[in-house]
């Protein structure tokens, strides 16, 4: 029964931080639809239940993501399945499970890492649109900042948010000794 009710759970939140992305966050003004909120719950998932659940959550959710969009089916899951493997790779090998500072690097790194291959696969499966290479666009970079900004501290607040309500996350910054 807990198996169900698991699928049920990662199926039931990935349509709502879809509808809620799509819906909502995608028709705010300028600086503030460069939220990804499906990103961000993806880090916020890969801290709290690991990375198979993650995996299987990223997967109900990027195939969402692809019905609803004009890119060729299959670019955001891949995206989102090579950014959660590098984000698990990350955690496991270089990052602790309980940092303040682990938590926004992975954050950082994870977005810069989905952006550029989602914008390279968009890229190449686009071969009959005569547009220009997404590294030189302007629009690429102030987007991708304002991503970062957004995600960044929409973690932090989680991180300090879990800091004063569980005992899970610790706060750890570097000591002198």
């Not at 990935?14 to 819906?23: E, H, Y």
């Not at 961000?40 to 692809?66: A, E, P, Y």
């Not at 390279?120 to 071969?127: E, P, Q, S």
């Not at 302007?138 to 004063?164: A, C, D, P, T």
Request: charged share 10%.
């Amino acid at each position: 029964m807990t198996k169900y009710f698991n699928w049920f759970f990662l199926s039931l939140s990935a349509i709502l931080v879809f509808v809620l992305q799509r819906g909502l966050i995608d028709a705010w003004p300028y600086a503030y639809n460069h939220i990804n909120l499906v990103f961000i719950v993806l880090i916020i998932f890969l801290f709290l239940f690991g990375l198979k659940k993650t995996i299987i959550f990223g997967l109900i959710l990027s195939i969402l993501l692809d019905i609803f969009s004009f890119n060729f089916f299959g670019v955001s899951i891949i995206a989102v399945f090579l950014t959660l493997l590098f984000s698990g790779f990350m955690l496991d090998n270089w990052l602790t499970h309980r940092s303040a500072y682990s938590f926004l690097a992975l954050t950082f790194f994870a977005t810069i890492f989905y952006n550029f291959v989602l914008y390279l696969l968009v890229y190449f499966t686009g071969f009959l649109d005569d547009s220009s290479f997404f590294l030189w666009s302007g629009n690429f970079w102030v987007g991708l900042f304002w991503e970062l900004l957004w995600s960044s501290l929409i973690i932090f607040v989680f991180f300090v948010v879990m800091n004063l309500t569980s005992n899970r996350l610790k706060m750890a910054f570097l000591e002198k000794k």
